[in-house]
């Protein structure tokens, strides 16, 4: 209709962005004749542009032109901007178009004075550089011309010294010294041009001979070796894309060989060839290789000197070298990653995962050695926390540049300065972020308008941490039970660095080093709630937490209460809560205490302070057992023929006497995590290696390994297995470092460091991830013969989602990415939990309006019956 009436009316066509807006003017106008009225309105708002133009640049008068412009401007108007910098901005273009026509005629009228400019003249790429060259000063039109003309010179005698340089070599051709030219005039260097256009052609030279050598293809038969030619030719260019290479060698070598040897051996030495390529696909296909990396191995296999007389041998080797060098890059990786993460926790900051892989690529830039990355973590870490001090700036109205100066802001933040300028802005804003929380507030006024969207996004003004809740509202911290994420509110004012659940409760360590507690008391002795989260004042400095793993077996001991410790700064522990009986101490450290009420601090007793050989210590990591505390702890001053770090379990994993054990297998090795289940433990090194120690089954007999090293041995038939005092290293299928652990009563899941995720121990209610066959089913007995849950198995429902995080409680298990999207498995067993209602069996998505504008997932913590999701501003 509006283009109909436009029609009749005789206007200008409606440019194709204008008719949509006014399209959508018309629907929310009320009027009777909404398309008569909306379209007068702007046809008037066009003309007053129009008019305005013509009075800041009268002396340019283009009716057509003009009438571009306003239509534009019109547009630009209605979204928000202003009329003058548009109209300004519009004048200075034109003008600059004018004045590059004036540029351009001049030098096809001009008349070269030799014969070098005759040729930089005719090079239309070369006349554009010198017109912007020009144009680039604002100078009158008189002087750009003079600045054109001695830049054309200048040009000239540039194009006749790389000319007459690139003849003197032996390979030079005249052509090259045009595309050096080129370079020169886009700001390079003589000698850096010549360099890359010298490079560039032999590379050209090279591949045409690469193509020479790779006709030797069409002898052998394409059906048995589909794809080896473009990967060849892949090869041959990435080979040739580093410095001082020659075509003879690599892959070029593997074709050149077929092409010597006589009629009769040529069959017989490609087929060895075609054999060996094919045994190396095999081999990479076992290991989870994409596919462009079979290049890199074709290059390894033509280097070696007995391609020809053992080709399968040469593959083998040079897949073991690749696998090798692979698996090297990726410990250092895995290092990397875990000195970024222990130096974050000691700052206690919290590092959203893009940031974090920005800081481990940083440390792995300076190619520091294992025993250094440490140092180049820390340094890496002191540089990023300068450049977030350097943009603390004073906030400007709705500054959308980088600084991050914050003002309490209603429930949450938001810039708080203002003018008349902005202040229906601000009031508008206020009301929405009042009325709607700071979270749907974002999504709300990014979809109202260009300014508000930049406010929205705008990760100075919000709080660097956020926490979504979801369960029950007397464990989650919110106000009534949701099945889905919800923002809780009490994180606007408390930046959380991480959360740990127990059953039916939660600790939280914020930036400060507070610790505070909601959900039931820890106390099994009393049913006593705490609904909203509570300082606990003990504590102060704390760097770290950890509480007693959730799990049934709590509720069949009838024991609500739970356990827990923190570290301090300085390496110092406390612990509080239910305290087991080990002899005269409790598990805890404690005597005589069934309940240790309030945090206290340890103090080892001699049977523990033997080990330190009298010499200074401080906690590392400590982590709790249904029964038992493990604890890392470094010795100092160090020694280097002594112990320096050393890792102890004080209490018992299962049935047998209590006692103090010492886990010797991991004397001196540097922990990214110490992780308790309820009878066992895993020890996560930084180089991504998992070692597992304590009892195999637990009281409930798992149907899987918790230690994940296969099935446990027993003692003989009947009797349960031992519990293992030392630790063993627990095997990954690609061998892949892991970067992440977490463990429950009877299930462990583990994150590699290509976000793959693994599961081991009791399959019951799909706790692993996968279907498993169950008492009822038909193949159970066939499942209980393989024993799938003995060793860590791939979640293959969650194969390609890039997990960041993971966590395990009871029967249940969740993986977050770094979007927010969360996915849960099992819980369809005993008590069930948060991912218990259900209809699939293998993972599935929860969902949820998802994560606000300008965060990042950063971790998932699982209690029984309610659940949280950690979001980093990015």
């Excluded at 390894?300 to 080709?311: K, Q």
């Excluded at 229906?424 to 929405?432: E, G």
């Excluded at 996915?823 to 948060?834: A, H, I, K, R, V």
Aim: include cysteine.
């Amino acid at each position: 209709a509006l283009q109909d009436t436009v029609i009749k009316r005789g206007l200008r066509p409606l440019t194709p962005l204008a008719l949509k807006m006014l399209a959508k003017a018309c629907l929310n106008d009320d009027s009777t004749d909404s398309i008569a009225s909306q379209l007068d309105a702007w046809c008037h708002e066009v003309q007053l542009v129009k008019d305005r133009l013509r009075i800041l640049d009268s002396n340019n008068y283009d009716d057509e032109e003009d009438e571009k412009i306003a239509t534009e401007v019109a547009l630009e108007l209605r979204q928000g901007l202003r009329l003058d910098t548009q109209l300004n901005a519009r004048i200075q273009e034109r003008a600059r178009g004018q004045a590059l026509k004036e540029l351009k005629k001049t030098l096809e009228t001009l008349e070269p004075q030799s014969e070098a400019e005759a040729i930089v003249l005719g090079d239309d790429k070369v006349k554009a550089l010198l017109t912007t060259r020009a144009l680039a000063n604002k100078d009158d039109s008189v002087q750009c011309q003079k600045t054109l003309l001695s830049a054309l010179k200048a040009v000239a005698e540039t194009y006749s010294i790389l000319r007459q340089r690139i003849l003197e070599r032996e390979d030079g051709q005249e052509e090259w010294a045009l595309d050096a030219t080129r370079m020169v005039a886009e700001g390079a260097t003589c000698d850096d041009a010549l360099h890359a256009i010298v490079k560039k052609h032999k590379f050209k030279a090279e591949q045409k001979a690469a193509s020479d050598a790779i006709h030797a293809l069409s002898e052998l038969d394409k059906e048995k070796c589909p794809g080896i030619k473009p990967l060849l030719i892949a090869a041959v260019i990435r080979h040739h894309s580093s410095k001082n290479d020659t075509i003879k060698s690599k892959a070029g070598l593997l074709f050149g060989l077929l092409r010597r040897r006589k009629n009769d051996y040529w069959s017989d030495l490609a087929d060895c060839v075609l054999k060996s390529w094919l045994r190396a696909r095999q081999h990479l296909d076992l290991i989870g290789t994409p596919e462009e990396d079979c290049a890199l191995l074709l290059e390894s296999v033509a280097s070696e000197e007995d391609m020809v007389t053992d080709p399968c041998g040469a593959a083998e080797r040079a897949v073991e070298c690749w696998q090798n060098d692979l698996r090297q890059k990726k410990e250092l990786k895995a290092a990397a990653g875990s000195a970024v993460e222990a130096e974050a926790r000691r700052l206690r900051i919290s590092l959203n995962f893009t940031v974090s892989s920005e800081l481990v690529d940083r440390v792995l830039r300076e190619k520091p050695a294992l025993h250094q990355i440490t140092d180049s973590a820390v340094r890496v870490l002191k540089n990023y926390i300068d450049a977030l001090e350097r943009r603390k700036l004073s906030q400007a109205v709705w500054d959308t540049q980088a600084n991050e100066h914050c003002e309490l802001f209603v429930d949450g933040y938001a810039p708080y300065t203002m003018d008349d300028e902005v202040g229906l802005d601000y009031d508008a804003l206020l009301q929405i972020f009042r009325f709607l929380g700071m979270t749907e507030g974002c999504t709300t006024a990014a979809a109202v308008c260009r300014r508000w969207r930049a406010v929205a996004n705008d990760p100075t003004w919000r709080p660097r941490i956020l926490v979504f809740a979801w369960g029950n509202s007397g464990r989650s911290g919110l106000n009534k039970d949701y099945q889905s994420p919800r923002l809780l509110p009490w994180s606007l004012c408390h930046a959380v660095v991480s959360l740990v659940c127990a059953n039916y409760s939660t600790l939280a360590l914020t930036d400060n080093g507070f610790v505070y507690h909601w959900g039931r008391y820890w106390n099994s002795a009393t049913e006593i709630d705490v609904p909203k989260p509570k300082k606990i004042d003990e504590l102060r400095d704390v760097i770290s937490i950890s509480v007693t793993p959730c799990g049934y077996r709590h509720t069949r001991l009838r024991t609500p209460g739970f356990s827990a410790c923190a570290i301090t700064s300085y390496g110092n522990l406390y612990t509080w809560g239910d305290n087991y009986q080990c002899a005269n101490y409790g598990h805890l450290f404690h005597m005589d205490e069934r309940c240790i009420e309030r945090p206290k601090r340890v103090i080892f007793y001699d049977e523990i302070l033997k080990f330190f050989r009298e010499r200074n210590y401080r906690v590392i990591h400590a982590t709790l057992g249904l029964r038992f505390i493990a604890l890392n702890i470094e010795l100092y001053p160090k020694k280097a023929d002594d112990v320096n770090r050393l890792v102890i379990v004080h209490g018992q994993y299962h049935v047998e006497p209590p006692m103090l054990t010492r886990v010797r297998a991991l004397d001196n090795l540097e922990l990214r995590q110490l992780v308790g289940g309820s009878f066992h433990c895993c020890a996560l090194s930084k180089t991504g290696e998992l070692f597992t120690f304590g009892h195999p089954e637990g009281f409930d007999i798992s149907n899987g390994n918790l230690l994940g090293t296969g099935r446990p041995a027993r003692p003989r038939l009947g009797l349960n297995p031992l519990p293992q005092f030392d630790a063993s290293r627990v095997n990954i299928a690609n061998g892949d470092p892991i970067t992440h652990v977490a463990a429950s009563t009877y299930s462990t899941v583990a994150l590699s460091i290509d976000s793959n995720a693994y599961c081991w121990g009791d399959s019951d209610g799909n706790a692993l991830g996968d279907h498993v066959p169950t008492n009822d089913d038909e193949n159970q007995d066939l499942f209980q013969q393989s024993h799938r849950g003995d060793t860590p198995l791939i979640v293959s429902g969650l194969r390609g989602i890039p997990a960041i995080h993971a966590d395990v409680c009871y029967t249940n298990g969740a993986i977050t990415t770094i979007d927010g999207r969360v996915f849960l498995w099992g819980g369809l067993m005993w008590e069930g939990g948060l991912a218990s209602n259900r209809s699939d069996v293998g993972p599935t998505e929860l969902k949820w309006h998802g994560i606000p504008p300008g965060y990042q997932a950063s971790a998932i913590s699982l209690g029984h019956e309610h659940g949280y999701l950690l979001l980093s501003s990015t």
